[in-house]
């Protein structure tokens, strides 16, 4: 079983900037890629950002491009989430997802990034 604890959001004006953090804990050594998505009140939960484990890929939803950037650090197995250039449309609850060989993907708790215009 694998453990996922986000922190970093919190409330930001337009234009300002909030890194997130996805500490991964449990049976880590399965996992070959961590996922950000995010849910804003009344929509379905949207993909946000992708990178692989191993080679380090990334992916990015199009509205995110330029502004967001996902990274990782193997040896503490976390992943970061840093946002740039905020918009209100970015607020949402945000959820870490991690890829597991074999199973269902396991998701964290989420953490709410609200921005104010």
């Known amino acids: 079983q694998v453990r996922l604890v986000e922190s970093g959001g919190g409330l930001v004006q337009a234009g300002g900037s909030l890194r997130l953090s996805c500490a991964a804990s449990?049976?880590?050594?399965?996992?070959?890629?961590m996922s950000w998505f995010r849910q804003a009140p009344g929509k379905e939960r949207e993909f946000v950002a992708r990178?692989?484990?191993?080679?380090?890929?990334?992916y990015y939803k199009d509205s995110v491009k330029g502004r967001f950037t996902i990274s990782r650090d193997n040896a503490k197995n976390t992943v970061y989430l840093q946002m740039n250039s905020l918009k209100p449309e970015d607020t949402a609850v945000y959820y870490c997802?991690?890829?597991?060989?074999?199973?269902?993907?396991?998701w964290g708790q989420g953490t709410q990034v609200t921005v104010s215009s």
């Open positions: 990178i692989y484990w191993g080679g380090g890929s990334t």
């Open positions: 449990g049976r880590t050594f399965n996992i070959y890629v």
């Open positions: 997802q991690a890829g597991i060989t074999g199973t269902s993907p396991y």
